[in-house]
């Protein structure tokens, strides 16, 4: 489960404080679909990386599975994102000096998981990339790379996982693909799945749409059964 409590962040800017995100509450029960939509600017990315710890929080708490990440150091907040929170960027984020396989590696080597390297092989497979692990991120397109960071994201098996715009740098076609892969990853898998997305197609796999304005989530749709 993934829970806000009264959540907010404010930024110094050259103008004052900026509240990017509003004090804010709401839970996200495990195995659940989420898409959190809305213009740029409205918050959703915030949102994401306060729900990673990859940003903190101005006030409130943030329980993943009953964890509050607003009290751990950075040690144990990096340790519990290596176990807990696998994360896809818009910009794929892979290591350039490293090839796909080396990629979806290093997150297994760091947390000591037995076979990594065949566990590294069988997820390229799984998202269709088996015979291009040996290349690099400049030697594959923009939707290979994408896949290539779902797989790494996915890699050590977290309960959840976190998409911020995963189709936004894809081409329809592409962007169709990557997201036929997130439903088959969700359904076998079951995890609890929040995207960040501008993408209509994307934003209906969901089980529910936060819809986001200005800092605050203005509309939260049920989907239709």
Same mark, same amino acid.
């Given at each position: ?15 004052? #404080?900026?509240? =990017? ?6 839970? =996200? #029960? ?19 990386? &306060?729900?990673?710890? &990859?940003?903190? #929080?101005?006030? !409130?708490?943030?329980?993943?599975? !009953? ?5 751990? !150091? ?39 998981? *037995? /076979? ?5 092989? +069988?997820? $390229? ?13 400049? +030697? %594959?397109?923009?939707?290979? +790379? ?19 715009? #995963?189709?936004?740098? %894809? ?7 990557? =997201? /036929?892969?997130?439903?088959? &990853?969700?359904?076998? *898998?079951?995890?609890?799945?929040? $995207? ?10 969901? /089980?529910?749409?936060?819809?986001? *304005? ?12």
């Amino acid at each position: 489960m993934i829970e806000f409590r009264n959540v907010s962040r404010t930024v110094t800017s050259g103008a004052g #404080p900026l509240t =990017i995100l509003h004090p804010t509450s709401f839970s =996200i #029960p495990e195995g659940r679909v989420v898409a959190i939509t809305g213009p740029s600017g409205s918050g959703k990315s915030t949102m994401l990386g &306060l729900m990673s710890g &990859l940003d903190a #929080p101005t006030t !409130g708490s943030i329980l993943l599975d !009953g964890v509050d990440i607003t009290t751990l !150091g950075e040690e144990a907040l990096a340790r519990l994102r290596g176990e807990r929170v696998g994360i896809v960027f818009q910009f794929f984020h892979l290591l350039p000096s490293l090839t796909a396989y080396e990629n979806v590696l290093v997150p297994m080597e760091i947390a000591g998981v *037995r /076979d990594a390297g065949a566990r590294a092989r +069988q997820l $390229l497979a799984e998202v269709g990339l088996a015979e291009r692990g040996h290349h690099y991120p400049s +030697q %594959l397109s923009g939707g290979e +790379q994408q896949r290539v960071a779902i797989a790494r994201a996915i890699a050590n098996d977290p309960p959840i996982l976190l998409a911020d715009e #995963p189709t936004g740098n %894809l081409d329809t076609a592409t962007g169709r693909h990557i =997201i /036929d892969l997130l439903v088959t &990853l969700r359904k076998a *898998r079951g995890r609890t799945l929040v $995207l960040v997305t501008h993408d209509p197609e994307l934003a209906a796999m969901a /089980d529910e749409i936060f819809v986001m *304005r200005d800092g605050r989530i203005v509309e939260r749709r049920e989907k239709a059964a």
